[in-house]
Every structure is written in structure tokens, then in C-alpha cells.
């Protein structure tokens, strides 16, 4: 939701489709495609170079340090400016990127990683092993994925245009974690590296190799990137998502902060924005009905509810189980996201479009709705009558949507409920503490492997502060499987592991709607936001 919507939302793992940073899921997905027509359907012009692409960027990002961070806002940005040394491809494969290939020993205990020679970083200076190991070693440091990698990591050591990792034990997850598009291994100066540390990067510390280069940000305003002239491209034209050939045609790119989606639907009919971010779905027919808008839909995680399990009444399993029995969650699907293309009921960590990753096993207590079973588990209980709070940021009308259907539902089986909204930076900033919810509303963007499920990160704001010594097997067992059989059974019992502790109740599948100028041609979402490859005709 990619959350499309944490750490500012954030998490990480990922193995072979994706999630983030805070979104949904259905069955409707026309990415790779314009306004769902085939390849043969589509412009058969010729690309053309320059111009400015606008943007109607739906919530301002807290930072564009996209290894700091798993916010969908600063994924899409970030992936602009950063790339990473493998990335995933339009099939979720690992695939290398800044990397040129890798080898394993014979005990899968060393990596030797060779880097492409000539990459060129926006402030000219080139790509050197040095750069790639210092990058290593802060994604190790502030990454939610590479803090879990950093467990199995011995060494990182650079020698001329190689990289050698040699791990304390087998890891099969290493090249998985550093292809994450969430709190990304993206490549940056060595000296940036070092002097930012464990901080998000400043804005003249965003320096990377993609094909596009940061030139300005107007908070609350708009954040502009420019072409990069002297990108580095790949020549593999068939891999699609984060790697293989990308070319920049716009010579700018203006992400404006606009959080009114009538004024973004308006601002496309008038030709004021060329793309529109994060449409509600009830705007759909109006989308559908205008000629010169096209809706590009894509898969976005799935929305769910936190509980701050660090203290009452969430730190008790009864109270959790209440929760989850006092939900409908049918109806609050309904009511948050009304068209039935833009949400789906599936109880699993991953969506069925994740094949390596999906498993429905462990997911029968999912659509538990019992209202008597609520009332006296609740009864049960230790809670004592003294009102929750939900939190939820009030810039989305599905989490508004969720919060108030959620509220009559919990008062309906006995709790007390207060509803505490903020504008998303604010939310961002209150998840830190709980002394300021006890229930937060928030989406997940798709994820690619149970290390990046940020809402099931132990001990951090945002799995409410989540202990299972259950989960950490789990998610150990999972770096070694070497077959699909033993994948499938871990995932199984992980889902298990959900319905069993409750550290969140997950309501929904979603897909989002964004939506474009029909003028925007050769335009492929995948999992979100991305502008090069595409352009802009003039007719």
C-alpha cells in the first residue's frame, strides 16, 4: 500500500515476488500494460526524448534514503535515483544490476560478488569496490533487511572491482535480501556512506547511479529530479522491473505533493499532471469514463491492524483474539475500498500471484468473525474497560474508512474505542511511541520474502513491538531450505504462526489505482511508480 503507504512505515527478506513501504491486492493487474491493452494494442510511435514528466505524488516522503527506509513513498522516488547491486526483474527473479555476477564456494559460505566496470555515480565519480562495501556496511546498520542479513555475515571485503561476503554460516537468502525493494542495498559513495551512518542521507548526500539524479526538494511542495546524462545502462531489454536496460527519456521529473485525489483526477483532465497516485477506487467510473485519463492498476500488499503488544490490554493473547473475532472484515473491506476490483479476501503473508511464496495452509482463522466468541474471550480477558485508541493517518480515506467501520465493531462486542487520526508525517512520528496507540490502521506494499514483512519485524514499532521466539525459528529455518516442498512448508506454518500470536489482524488484499495521461506511452507500473523506459508523446 509498499507499508502502499514503515518504518515510515518499513522490514525485508524477499525471495521471489514482492512488498512496500504501507497497500493491496486483486485480482485485477494491468501492469506491463496501457490501460490493460496488449503489447500489439499499443503505440507503435517512436519514443520520443525530452520534456518534463509531472507527477501527483500522494503523501510527501520523510526522507528519499531508500536503504533507511521501507515507505512506498520513498521507494518510488528512491528507485529513480539508486540502484542496488542485484535487483529483482518483472518476474520477481534476482537478477544483477550494478553487479556483473557472482560466484559460490563449494560449502555456500562465500560469495565473490565482480561489479560492472564504469558505472558512473551522479557526481561523476565511478563505482569502485570501496563504494559497494562501505554501502554493505551501512545497509547492515539501518536496512530492517539487512540487519537480518548482517546475522550470517562474517566479512565484507573489496578488491579492485570484486566483492568477497563470507558468512558464519549458510545463508540462501543472501542475494534475495540484497535484490529487496524495500530498505534497498542501493549503491552509494563510500564517503556518503561513512559520514551518514546510521542517519537518513541529507539531500546532498543523494548520490546514486540511476537515471535519474536529484535536483531539489520544495517540502510540502514538490521534489524534482533531472536526467542523468551520463547513466550507465544495462543492455538486457526483456528484464523489466528494477533492472536490466533503463533509459531516461524525460529531462524532469516533478514528484508535486497533491493530496486531494479530485484535484489530481481534475489536475489530469486538464493536462496539469501527466500521473496520478493513489486514486480511491470509488473514483474508478470517473477514471474509466474520461477519455484522455487511463487507470493503471497493480498488486499493493494488503491493509491490516497492529496491536501495541508491549502493554495492555494487546499483551494479552485473549484481548488479540477478541479482535480478530470481533472483525467483519468483508464489511470493512466494503466500506474502505467499495469496487470489488480493488480488494480480495486471502488470509496469507503473500498473494497467490507470488507462487514460490504463497501457501493458504494455517490461514482457516482468518475470516473468524464471531461476535459471542469476542465478548467472552473479552470477558475473559485482563481488559478493563479503559478506551483503545486506533490510529491511522488521515490523509487515505481507506484507512479513515477502516478505522470508523473497525470502531462499531470493536464497541459492538464490549471495548471502548477512541479514534486518534493525524496527517501521514505525524503518524509517521507518533508509531514511534506507544503511549500513542494502541491499535494502528495501516497497508503493507508488496513484499518478496518473510524477512520483509516490517509488520512482523521483532521488538520494533511497527510489528507493535512483536516477540516470538516461534517467528525467529521460522524465519532462520527459511534462510537454508533448499527445495520448494520445504518453502512451502515453513510458509505454511509461519501463516500458522500469525493466526496462532495475532501481531496483526490483516484485512484485505488491495490493488491500487493510479491513474495516467493517455499521452504517457510505453508506461509498465509493476509494483509501482517508475519513469524511465517510458515517455511522453505530444499528440
Not at 524525460?250 to 486514486?279: A, C, E, R
Not at 508488496?446 to 512483536?466: A, C, H, I, Q, V
Not at 509501482?528 to 515517455?535: D, I, L, Y
Request: aromatic share 12%.
Amino acid at each position: 500500500m509498499e507499508l502502499n503507504k514503515i518504518y515510515k512505515l518499513a522490514i525485508s527478506f524477499i525471495s521471489i515476488l514482492l512488498l512496500i513501504t504501507l497497500i493491496g491486492c486483486s485480482n485485477s493487474d494491468t501492469s506491463g500494460t496501457e490501460n490493460g491493452k496488449s503489447d500489439t494494442e499499443q503505440t507503435i510511435e517512436d519514443p520520443q526524448a525530452g520534456g518534463t514528466l509531472n507527477v501527483a505524488f500522494a503523501a510527501e516522503p520523510d526522507t528519499i534514503d531508500w536503504m533507511y527506509t521501507g515507505a512506498s513513498s520513498t521507494r518510488d522516488i528512491g528507485w529513480h535515483i539508486f540502484e542496488t547491486l542485484f535487483a529483482l526483474d518483472k518476474n520477481y527473479e534476482t537478477k544483477p544490476m550494478i553487479a556483473e555476477g557472482y560466484e559460490v564456494n563449494d560449502d555456500r559460505t562465500v560469495y565473490t560478488i565482480s561489479i560492472r566496470e564504469g558505472v558512473k555515480f551522479h557526481d561523476g565519480s565511478t563505482v569502485t569496490a570501496e563504494d559497494v562495501a562501505a554501502s554493505i556496511d551501512r545497509w547492515r546498520k539501518v536496512s530492517s533487511v539487512g540487519k537480518i542479513a548482517s546475522q550470517y555475515i562474517e566479512s565484507v571485503k573489496a578488491t579492485e572491482l570484486t566483492i568477497e561476503i563470507e558468512l558464519n554460516e549458510v545463508y540462501n537468502s543472501l542475494l534475495v535480501d540484497m535484490s529487496a525493494p524495500k530498505s534497498a542495498l542501493m549503491i552509494i559513495p563510500a564517503e556518503i556512506a561513512e559520514s551518514a551512518g546510521e542517519q537518513p542521507l541529507k539531500p546532498d548526500q543523494l548520490i546514486g547511479t540511476g537515471p535519474f539524479k536529484f535536483e531539489k526538494w520544495d517540502r510540502g511542495n514538490e521534489i524534482v529530479l533531472t536526467k542523468f546524462e551520463d547513466y550507465s545502462a544495462r543492455t538486457e531489454e526483456d528484464w523489466g522491473g528494477l533492472t536490466g536496460k533503463k533509459v531516461a527519456y524525460f529531462d524532469q521529473i516533478n514528484f508535486k505533493i497533491v493530496k486531494d485525489p479530485q484535484v489530481v483526477v481534475n489536475g489530469l483532465k486538464t493536462n496539469l499532471y501527466d500521473y496520478g497516485q493513489s486514486i480511491p477506487p470509488d473514483l474508478y467510473t470517473v477514471v474509466e469514463s474520461t477519455p484522455t485519463i487511463d487507470p493503471v492498476t497493480y498488486i499493493n500488499g494488503y491493509s491490516i491492524i497492529t496491536p501495541d503488544k508491549s502493554e495492555a490490554p494487546f499483551d494479552d493473547l485473549k484481548v488479540r483474539q477478541a479482535l480478530n473475532y470481533a472483525l467483519d472484515k468483508k464489511t470493512i473491506a466494503q466500506a474502505a475500498y467499495g469496487n470489488e476490483k480493488f480488494y480480495s479476501f486471502d488470509g496469507a503473508l503473500f498473494v497467490p500471484e507470488q507462487t514460490k511464496l504463497y501457501s493458504e495452509k494455517g490461514t482457516d482463522m482468518y475470516l473468524a468473525y464471531n461476535t459471542n466468541k469476542a465478548k467472552d474471550l473479552l470477558e475473559q480477558s485482563d481488559y478493563n474497560g479503559k478506551p483503545i485508541k486506533i490510529m491511522y493517518a488521515n490523509n487515505y480515506d481507506d484507512y479513515k474508512n477502516i478505522s470508523e467501520v473497525v470502531k462499531q465493531q470493536l464497541e459492538a462486542v464490549g471495548f471502548k474505542v477512541e479514534l486518534v487520526p493525524y496527517e501521514w508525517a505525524t503518524y509517521l512520528e507518533k508509531w514511534a511511541d506507544p503511549a500513542n496507540w494502541d491499535l494502528v490502521v495501516i497497508g503493507w506494499s508488496t513484499r518478496f520474502s518473510p524477512n520483509e514483512l516490517g509488520m512482523l519485524s521483532l521488538d520494533t514499532s511497527s510489528s507493535g513491538w512483536y516477540q516470538s521466539e516461534r517467528w525467529e525459528n521460522l524465519i532462520a529455518q527459511y534462510s537454508n531450505v533448499t527445495t520448494d516442498a520445504e518453502r512451502k512448508e515453513i510458509l505454511g506454518e509461519m501463516n500458522q504462526t500469525v493466526y496462532d500470536e495475532l501481531p496483526f489482524v490483516k484485512i484485505a488484499n488491495e490493488s491500487t489505482l493510479d491513474i495516467k495521461s493517455t499521452k504517457v506511452k510505453d508506461y509498465d507500473s509493476w509494483i509501482g511508480q517508475r519513469f524511465w523506459n517510458t515517455w511522453k508523446s505530444d499528440k
